[in-house]
T-cell receptor, first 118, second 112 residues
């Protein structure tokens, strides 16, 4: 079974450039999550979607960050303009609806995008 | 105070040892408890998933949940060098929708 697929795996770019990270969730999963992981702060939830609708974006650090989910099989996280402090590993995760669409379903992670802003 | 507290380690043990990893939490609404394993340069991988209190065993791994003490544990028997990874506990409340709260992760090294 294909897991969560993220691209690119690595991204190195200069400060001020636009960065777009992509995610394909597991087929049939209706919740999608974007996380950022750093040594200092651990795993931080940025935003999550349910049935393609953003539910909670309170973790998005500032207006430079935006996320979209145009359909059930694709999501993007965009940073514009990028800054060196955005350097981190960004993970996408998805979870299935479970019985009756209940919450509490475990998430399945991709292997992340390692982002370096110079 | 963080909602979930986890000692970051590192924890170093000899091969064959029994490993005990722990998390404490403050939100009594947490009902779903998970352990993830994360190898270097990979995403977290779901290892154990339990609902409410009790024990769950899967091979060399046992997960325990004590809701009265707000304490969860992961035991690894006969630890192997391949178990060397970061282990993250995670929890979901029965009122928090789909939001998962993660611990900081404990780095484990199993020496051959």
């Amino acid at each position: 079974d294909a897991g969560v697929i993220q691209s690119p795996r690595h991204e190195v770019t200069e400060m001020g450039q636009e960065v777009t990270l992509r995610c394909k969730p597991i087929s049939g999963h209706n919740s999608l999550f974007w996380y950022r992981q750093t040594m200092m702060r651990g795993l931080e939830l940025l935003i999550y979607f349910n049935n393609n609708v953003p539910i909670d974006d309170s973790g998005m650090p500032e207006d430079r960050f935006s996320a979209k989910m145009p359909n059930a099989s694709f999501s993007t996280l965009k940073i514009q303009p990028s800054e060196p402090r955005d350097s981190a590993v960004y993970f996408c995760a998805s979870s299935d609806p479970g019985q009756g669409g209940s919450s509490g379903q475990p998430q399945h992670f991709g292997d992340g995008t390692r982002l370096s802003i110079l | 105070q963080k909602e979930v507290e986890q000692d970051p380690g590192p924890l170093s043990v000899p091969e064959g040892a029994i490993v005990s990893l722990n998390c404490t939490y403050s939100n009594s609404a947490f009902q779903y408890f998970m352990w993830y394993r994360q190898y270097s340069r990979k995403g977290p991988e779901l290892l154990m998933y339990t609902y409410s209190s009790g024990n769950k065993e899967d091979g060399r791994f046992t997960a325990q949940v004590d809701k009265s003490s707000k304490y969860i544990s992961l035991f690894i028997r006969d630890s192997q060098p391949s178990d060397s990874a970061t282990y993250l506990c995670a929890m979901i409340s029965n009122t928090g929708g789909f939001k998962t709260i993660f611990g900081a992760g404990t780095r484990l090294f199993v020496k051959a």
